[in-house]
């Protein structure tokens, strides 16, 4: 792992000059900026903590990049110039080896700066405004393990952007009407019998998914009866159920605004929202602002008038409104019904342009799944069609499939695995765990300890793989204690934090005055600093690329390092008091930034484990 503060751009700078010079001295003109010099870490720490590539500049100086980088290296000498630091020609490379001792310094001193902790926040976005809308449940079914994997991604996204200065707002739209919705109030409303979630003691989301799964049951054993007895299809026979036609009615009498079916409908969507509200607040999961389908979904019907009046959009023969958009390589594409209705399509535009005129972003980031690509290709270029410019700034964070090893998930069939239960299962394999070892004592409350380990194990196993990858989630495997999991980064956190209760508790000095850091330049010291150095890229880099792994992987990096140290390097029984006191302050610098990462990506910091 390189060094990623400002340490590469003094000599990013000097060793510019120094081709330049070379390409003076050659009746070159121009130069070379810092901007356009590459920099690498060496394969081999040995070989130096900076490498600069020389290769780019032997057709222009018309000689070998390894003359190149030892003329460069002899400018450099010349110049003789304090960089803090030594260099040397290695083959095509000038590499560079900083000093460690004020390089440790630096790092430290920012880490340790006073008041808000702000290491690892750079800034880049300061000003830009983002939203992020993430989550999009259906109040016929509580949330589901793929539900979980859009939360956190989403979750962690906000929280990536908001440290790297974004002023972001997250909001979620809940999908509380249609079809699928008046399947379970209709499986209610003929056979709940005034059944509550309290008085069947049960979840208030899960009550009504009980419902959804009831109905469809109910229609399939519809259906099989009359594929036997009449011969049908099972195309035929569902479009022939009367179930079906019973909860079609439903739909068309809330739409008609039926006092009986709205508070049906109000009741139901109550108890799944407020069940779901319950998971979001478990799993560290919140929102700014919600918005409702029922409150948005004749929203966009008048700009698609207006784009036919423009002549964007045309009328199909049954008055259906389309757009031809061949041009852009893709399909016609409906966006009115032939009798006026409007579908998704057209919902989704209105609250794209509903929610720009109640937020004026800057950016909008939808985290949908990948199914849904070909959708949000149509939308952004309708939205642009229209003549809104913002529409160039919309983003579809798509991400794979997650599913059990088991198989594929399937609502209608019950075969969903509910949020709560996995992270249920979770929190007891946990506390199994933790009583196996006999650590109930220590941990404080065990209960409390296992669902934070829980929650842990679940967000990193969801985020560390990139988020367009389909996966499989283990629960098992997701909860190990070693390797690369969230359980193993949780449990360096609490190292640290039981080794620095323990030097407070014996005197050893580790806060106050400043460590002497020419003592932390040992090899294994040194590449646990340049973990940490890393930390402001690594957030940068997530932040960029919309991808919370890379802030994963570098949680397991800066992990890793400090096991290795806390493996090679005594602390609390260093040769000296001041070795024991600089290497307390490079432990509580890793603790720090352990800390404010593992928040980054929704996993509970644990203080004991």
Request: with cysteine; hydrophobic share 40%.
């Amino acid at each position: 792992m390189v060094l990623t503060m400002d340490f590469k751009e003094p000599w990013k700078i000097r060793i510019a000059a120094a081709l330049s010079t070379l390409m003076r001295e050659s009746g070159i003109e121009g130069g070379v900026t810092s901007a356009q010099l590459g920099a690498e870490a060496p394969p081999d720490p040995a070989m130096g903590d900076i490498g600069f590539p020389m290769f780019s500049y032997a057709k222009l100086l018309r000689k070998g990049p390894p003359q190149i980088a030892a003329q460069v290296c002899a400018r450099l000498a010349a110049d003789n110039a304090d960089m803090g630091g030594s260099f040397e020609a290695l083959g095509p490379y000038v590499n560079v080896r900083l000093d460690r001792a004020s390089v440790t310094e630096a790092v430290l001193r920012e880490v340790f700066a006073g008041g808000e902790f702000t290491f690892g926040r750079p800034g880049t976005l300061a000003g830009k405004k983002v939203m992020v809308e993430f989550s999009s449940p259906n109040t016929n079914k509580p949330l589901h393990l793929g539900h979980l994997r859009n939360d956190v991604l989403g979750e962690s996204i906000s929280r990536i952007l908001a440290a790297c200065g974004a002023d972001v707002r997250k909001v979620c739209i809940i999908n509380d009407r249609g079809i699928h919705i008046c399947k379970s109030m209709l499986a209610y409303k003929e056979q709940g019998g005034g059944k509550t979630p309290e008085s069947e003691g049960i979840k208030s989301d899960h009550f009504v998914g009980e419902w959804y799964v009831c109905f469809n049951r109910r229609l399939k054993k519809e259906i099989d009866e009359l594929v036997q007895s009449k011969g049908l299809t099972k195309e035929e026979a569902e479009a022939g159920a009367p179930l079906l036609a019973r909860a079609q009615e439903l739909l068309r009498n809330w739409e008609a605004g039926d006092p009986e079916t709205t508070a049906l409908w109000k009741q139901m969507n109550s108890w799944a929202v407020e069940g779901m509200k319950k998971t979001y607040e478990r799993t560290g999961v919140s929102f700014d602002q919600y918005y409702f389908e029922s409150d948005t979904y004749l929203l966009g019907k008048d700009e698609v008038l207006k784009g036919l009046e423009r002549g964007l959009f045309f009328r199909e023969a049954d008055g259906a409104a389309a757009v031809d958009l061949s041009a852009e390589k893709l399909d016609k594409k409906i966006l009115l019904r032939g009798d006026g209705t409007s579908i998704y399509i057209t919902q989704d535009i209105g609250t794209a342009i509903y929610r720009y005129k109640d937020w004026p972003f800057d950016q909008l980031i939808f985290v949908v799944g990948s199914e849904q690509q070909y959708h949000f290709k149509v939308l952004f270029i309708l939205l642009d069609k229209l003549g809104f410019p913002w529409a160039k700034n919309l983003y579809h964070l798509s991400y794979g499939m997650v599913n059990l090893p088991e198989g594929k998930m399937k609502s209608r069939e019950g075969t969903v695995v509910d949020a709560d239960d996995l992270i249920d299962n979770l929190r007891d394999m946990a506390l199994a765990e933790i009583k196996e070892k006999e650590r109930e004592g220590e941990v404080g409350n065990p209960a409390e300890v296992a669902e934070k380990i829980a929650v842990g194990a679940l967000h990193y196993y969801l985020l560390q793989a990139g988020p367009a990858k389909d996966m499989l989630f283990d629960p098992k495997e997701s909860l190990s204690f070693n390797g690369n999991t969230g359980p193993y980064l949780q449990y360096m956190g609490a190292r640290i934090s039981s080794m620095l209760r323990k030097s407070e508790k014996n005197g050893a000095p580790h806060k106050g005055a400043f460590p002497d850091c020419s003592l932390l330049t040992g090899d294994t010291e040194w590449e646990l600093l340049k973990a940490l150095a890393a930390y402001p890229a690594a957030a940068s880099e997530a932040a960029a690329s919309l991808d919370p792994s890379r802030l994963a992987a570098y949680l397991y990096g800066l992990s890793r390092s400090f096991s290795r140290f806390y493996h090679d390097c005594p602390i609390l029984n260093a040769e000296t008091p001041e070795l024991t006191a600089a290497r307390l302050a490079l432990s509580r610098a890793v603790a720090l930034v352990l800390r404010d990462a593992l928040d980054l990506v929704c996993i509970p910091f644990l203080e004991v484990m």
